[in-house]
């Protein structure tokens, strides 16, 4: 009987043990200072890198991401993008309730193998691996592993924190290099720097942190170095698809780079003779290099061509003459050939674009760029030429890559420089209007402004737009309670620093306000300060205003017979290190001139100097709704 009951035991220990659920990552085991302002926890983060040698390195990844809502549904997936030079494997998953309880398995069936080509792109060999856990019942956990080969070591990937609402409760990088293996890395915002140690004759580099709380993303936050803790690698000898490089300086960086462009910008004897002929007639070289880009603009497209080497390497200048088609590369290294045919110089440059792009690092020669433009320097002046644009004005490189550390590409002179830097005169609306009231309830306004600069871009897509959105977008950017839009039309500027003429005529209505007897007639008639940065308390990060900008408007009104001024606002001035703002109102007979300047300065300020700027912007926003006060005389 005894034994009986011994059994017994066993056999329901068993049976329990084999139907125990796996209980792992429970969401109340997450601090609750990680889940604050947070929609993800990453309860783990592990790369684990091996340079294997400068063509070879191994990543194995480990990602357990708590998704504690549905703001952070995004981080629920497995995506993943590779090509012929990096390829992913062993892609496993598992997804857990909030309890921490197992559900389910995600297994090498489960994903998804698509190509990535999209609507630009004529030659792509990048593809993109994704794997949907297909459990939406918050909280959960999904837990990823996966390994990347890497077949280049110009790029390595760099330990990065900077998702958005995501919080890092353990995150771990760990670099295995052999001795004889040179490479550089730099920390940035780091509490614990690396631990070096030896093992198994290798070296081995370590980083980790713990309990990071979520970084939420602040206005106007500085581009010039990373906010969050990074970790950024660059090798000091790579190879790439059978190319040898060093990226131990920006110089050979751009020795590898013009070996690249080496030979390609061979173009057939009929294209060169067309050129010569096309700018025969020119006085100078800005108009010759100004016919050759605007050639090179009506003949070609662009198309991304991703594949292989192809990423970094443009196809040749005849191939792109007979298709007429190309990526930046290739477009920048053909307009380069064709400049080249009539006696100038120019140099293929790369640059890091986008309005908003981050600075590149200068002080860490490494691949930081993902475009091409073209830099000539002509007598007393440099153009930039956007070669992947069919409207771009000549010389006109706007805020895609202006204001920024770009390099030249010119074998051992190859060098970092700076592109072009658009003043406040060159980013700026003046605006003149006459404003005619008919009586207090309507009137007319003629307006009349200029879009100079960077501003120019303001108007390009509505310039652009076909008639019916031309309407639409105008209208949509006309602040005014009531109005009809009776006749408009744009005049184009395509200068160096080109600009767009905006006329308007419309007629309005329930514009003033009435109290009693008072007439209140609002003096800002179209250029309010209406948008506010939103408030931040305990700001973390440095403020950047990227760029500087110019605001001057005047408006006259036309007052209607019969009505008295009883009340003029007086000046106002503000100054800041931030800009400066005025506004002055005047009386000329029945006429009211209402002037407005407003000036926002570049530049970088302290974490400590937000709320002065929001307090700035406010004053500005208070003084724009500045009224004079009207009064119907009984005549």
């Known amino acids: 009987m005894f034994n009986r009951i011994i059994c017994g035991i066993i056999f329901l220990s068993c049976c329990n043990f084999l139907t125990a659920k796996e209980i792992k990552y429970p969401v109340s085991a997450i601090p609750a200072i990680l889940k604050e302002n947070s929609h993800t926890v990453m309860r783990l983060y592990k790369q684990e890198i091996e340079i294997k040698s400068e063509k070879s390195v191994t990543v194995n990844v480990t990602e357990v991401r708590t998704i504690l809502n549905k703001n952070g549904e995004h981080d629920c997936y497995f995506i993943e993008l590779y090509n012929s030079l990096n390829k992913i494997s062993n892609i496993k998953g598992k997804v857990y309730n909030e309890s921490g309880e197992k559900i389910k398995n995600l297994a090498n069936d489960d994903v998804i193998d698509q190509s990535y080509i999209t609507g630009y792109t004529l030659y792509d060999d990048n593809r993109i691996k994704y794997l949907d856990p297909k459990h939406l019942t918050y909280p959960f956990t999904v837990e990823y592993t996966y390994q990347i080969d890497l077949k280049q070591t110009l790029f390595l990937p760099e330990w990065n924190h900077g998702r958005e609402n995501t919080s890092y409760q353990n995150s771990i990088f760990i670099i295995k290099a052999p001795k004889d293996y040179s490479f550089r890395y730099k920390e940035y915002n780091l509490a614990k720097t690396c631990i070096k140690t030896l093992e198994d004759g290798k070296d081995v580099y370590m980083w980790n942190l713990n309990n990071l709380v979520a970084k939420n993303d602040e206005p106007l936050s500085s581009d010039v170095s990373p906010n969050f803790p990074v970790v950024k690698l660059g090798a000091n000898k790579f190879e790439v698809a059978d190319t040898k490089g060093s990226s131990e300086s920006w110089k050979n960086l751009g020795i590898w780079a013009t070996e690249l462009i080496d030979k390609k910008d061979l173009l057939p004897e009929s294209t060169k003779v067309k050129m010569r002929e096309i700018t025969n007639s020119c006085k100078n070289d800005y108009e010759r290099v100004k016919v050759i880009y605007e050639y090179m603009q009506q ?22 003459d007979k298709n007429s088609y190309g990526d930046c590369k290739a477009l920048a290294n053909y307009t380069k050939a064709l400049l080249s045919t009539v006696g100038i110089k120019s140099y293929y440059t790369l640059v890091n674009a986008g309005a908003n792009a981050n600075k590149i690092d200068k002080d860490f020669p490494s691949s930081q760029f993902n475009h091409v433009i073209v830099c000539v320097p002509i007598k007393q002046d440099t153009l930039w030429l956007e070669c992947t644009s069919q409207r771009m004005p000549c010389g006109y490189n706007g805020n895609f890559t202006d204001d920024r550390e770009v390099l030249i590409i010119d074998g051992e002179n190859s060098k970092l420089i700076h592109s072009r830097i658009y003043s406040a005169t060159e980013n700026c609306i003046n605006r003149k209007t006459t404003v005619n009231l008919i009586d207090d309830e309507s009137g007319e306004a003629t307006s009349k402004a200029q879009y100079i600069g960077l501003s120019y871009e303001k108007i390009a897509p509505i310039f652009y737009a076909d008639d019916a959105e031309k309407v639409k977008k105008l209208t949509q950017s006309i602040e005014l309670p009531t109005f009809t839009m009776k006749k408009f039309f744009y005049t184009e500027n395509r200068t160096k620093t080109p600009s767009f003429e905006e006329n308007i005529n419309l007629t309005f209505s329930n514009y003033i306000r009435k109290m009693g007897d008072i007439i209140l007639l609002p003096l800002n008639f179209m250029n309010k300060l209406s948008s506010m940065p939103d408030k931040v308390r305990n700001r973390k990060t440095a403020m950047s205003i990227r760029r500087s900008y110019m605001e001057n408007d005047t408006v006259i009104y036309q007052l209607p017979v019969g009505y008295q001024v009883t009340e003029m606002p007086e000046k106002s001035d503000l100054n800041s290190v931030f800009g400066k703002y005025s506004t002055t109102t005047f009386q000329t007979e029945n006429k009211i001139t209402y002037i407005r300047r407003y000036e926002l300065f570049k ?3 302290p974490a400590s100097s937000y709320t002065d700027f929001r307090d700035f912007q406010e004053q500005i926003a ?8 009207l009064k119907k005389t009984k005549n």
């Open 299 to 320: 003949k070609t497209r662009y198309v991304s061509i991703q594949v292989g080497i192809g990423g970094w390497q443009p196809f040749d200048a005849e191939t792109v």
């Open 603 to 605: 530049g970088d300020f």
């Open 622 to 629: 208070t003084s724009d709704e500045v009224v004079v006060s």
